[in-house]
């Protein structure tokens, strides 16, 4: 194995999977209930990157509204269902490249995923492109008490992972695959090294990343990080 990374941590949603467009229309639905409009370009543009829990709060703080906490059960629980009967209905897939990807990795790195998704949501969507047993570990929304685009969440993957491996992995050692710019940013305040996708934003919204790929096709990340060892 190669020295550096020690291993690598994904993101989940619009780095693994083409699942953003589920969570848009769930919010969207969620909040129409509750006389909210969300439109699609304020959802990629101001929400990509907040857990379920961040993003309403967000939503309801900029329309003005209160979000008591029995509206947030209401609307956390709705979006939860939501979510749940397009994954049974099969309304996602693997991002391009990313199966032989993943799979080109997992033989010579520890893999762990840190999602702001609730852990049933990645867990079955997994499950659905067939690359659950590549990943030994996975933080989900339920995990952390601050959100994406808090770090803590990589944080306690890292952790979480070091202690199921039996050694210490720092930040450095590590590489994140990340889509989100405000993640990227602050991961990289906390010595994360980060590949940036840009599967959600334009490159020119990365430029906090270390690198940046428009795909997680093999070749082209082999182009920008030539020392990631991967067999295929």
Known sequence: MSLWPRAILFDFDGVLVNSEPLHFFAFQEVLKAEKIDLA????????????????????????????????????????????????????????????????????NYPLAIC?????????????????????????????????KPDPKGYLLTLKSLSEKLKKIIKPEECLIIEDAPAVIQNVRAEGFPVLGV????????????????????????????PGLKMTR
């Open 40 to 107: 699609e370009q304020d959802y990629y543009n101001e929400f990509i990157g907040f857990d379920d829990r961040g993003a309403f709060k967000r939503i309801f703080e900029k329309n003005g509204r209160t979000l008591d906490p029995k509206t947030f059960l209401r609307v956390m629980t709705r979006k939860k269902e939501a979510m749940l009967r397009q994954i049974y209905s099969r309304k996602y897939q693997a991002l391009p490249g990313v199966e032989q990807f993943v799979r080109a990795l997992w033989r």
């Open 115 to 147: 999602s702001g998704a609730l852990r049933d949501e990645v867990e079955m969507m997994l499950e659905g492109v067939a690359l659950r047993d590549c990943f030994s570990v996975i933080v989900a929304a339920e995990d952390v008490t601050a959100g």
């Open 198 to 225: 840009a599967s959600s934003f334009n490159p020119d919204k990365l430029k906090e990343a270390n690198w940046t790929t428009k795909s997680l096709n093999c070749d082209e990340v082999q182009k920008q990080i």
